[in-house]
């Protein structure tokens, strides 16, 4: 079993007509503080189906969080378009959810709390909204630390909070930025299989940006990858026809995933070492 690759228009397999999320010719570009400007991606061509979970991988700082930002609708391209559902993207995607790498708990909440607000804001009595929050955690195995703060828990278990406050609000597409990079090896495998267990229920759209190759390969449908910035581009789109459902510690153990990993690490390899010299060169110029 090998991974499919294609350059060039990524994600061709994904309906286009009814993409969840389409990027068409996405340039992403800052004006520096001397007035010169860095282009961060360019060009770039991804379709996300509906029901698609696509990770997208590359080296540091190329890019991966600016484009999920572009599908957000946080940064508005230089150029090309972002669709979402069909429509143009016009400000804020109201159709994402968002899981940040660093969790934006309200240390002042309760667990309870924090999961039920993003109900409570949009209009939903707050009786309704709590009842929802209680099932809700109890669905992520927080059942029992409802009316705990943030500080009273581990990082873990914020983790899982976060998850429940975006999860509730029943997003059609789910943006994850790093979301398990802060937590130990053993406690990202547990995450990894419950956000699994979660999006096996309903298979929303996920794009979801990581550094880990091997988290990569064991959740998603699909691994885009991405070069060296500045400038950076999506160079690569392999499939994962690993079977569901998926075990992520014992899924790794499989020959087609080792053969996953090598032929995608030889393409992302390059990448690394060139952004490693790129940054070795630039702190020697300074």
Not at 111 to 130: P, Q
Not at 163 to 168: C, D, G, K, R, W
């Amino acid at each position: 079993m090998t991974a499919g690759v294609t350059e060039g228009a990524l994600g061709a397999k994904a309906d286009a007509a009814h993409a969840a999320v389409r990027l068409d010719g996405v340039t992403i570009e800052f004006t520096l503080p001397e007035g010169r400007v860095f282009r961060a991606v360019a060009s770039s061509d991804l379709v996300v189906g509906p029901r698609e979970f696509a990770a997208i991988i590359g080296p540091t700082g190329c890019g991966k969080s600016t484009l999920l930002n572009a599908a957000a609708g946080l940064l508005r391209p230089a150029s090309g378009r972002v669709t979402v559902l069909g429509a143009p993207l016009a400000g804020i995607n109201r159709q994402a959810g968002y899981l940040f790498q660093q969790d934006a708990l309200m240390p002042w909440k309760t667990a309870l709390e924090n999961v039920a607000i993003g109900l409570e804001v949009a209009g939903t009595a707050r009786a309704e909204a709590r009842k929802k929050a209680r099932d809700w955690l109890a669905r992520v195995g927080l059942a029992a630390f409802s009316e705990r703060y943030p500080h009273m828990l581990s990082g873990g278990q914020r983790k899982r909070v976060a998850l429940a406050q975006v999860l509730i609000r029943d997003p059609k597409i789910i943006l994850m930025d790093e979301p398990f990079g802060p937590l130990d090896a053993q406690t990202r495998l547990i995450m990894g299989d419950l956000l699994l267990n979660l999006w096996s229920q309903d298979r929303k759209a996920v794009m979801f940006v990581t550094h880990d190759l091997e988290e990569a390969i064991a959740l998603a449908d699909r691994v885009v990858v991405m070069s060296a910035g500045p400038s950076a581009r999506i160079i690569g789109d392999f499939a994962i026809p690993l079977e569901r459902p998926r075990d992520i510690s014992e899924i790794k153990l499989e020959r087609a995933f080792q053969t996953l990993h090598r032929d995608i690490w030889h393409m992302l390899k390059k990448e690394v070492l060139k952004a490693y010299s790129d940054q070795q060169s630039e702190e020697a110029a300074q």
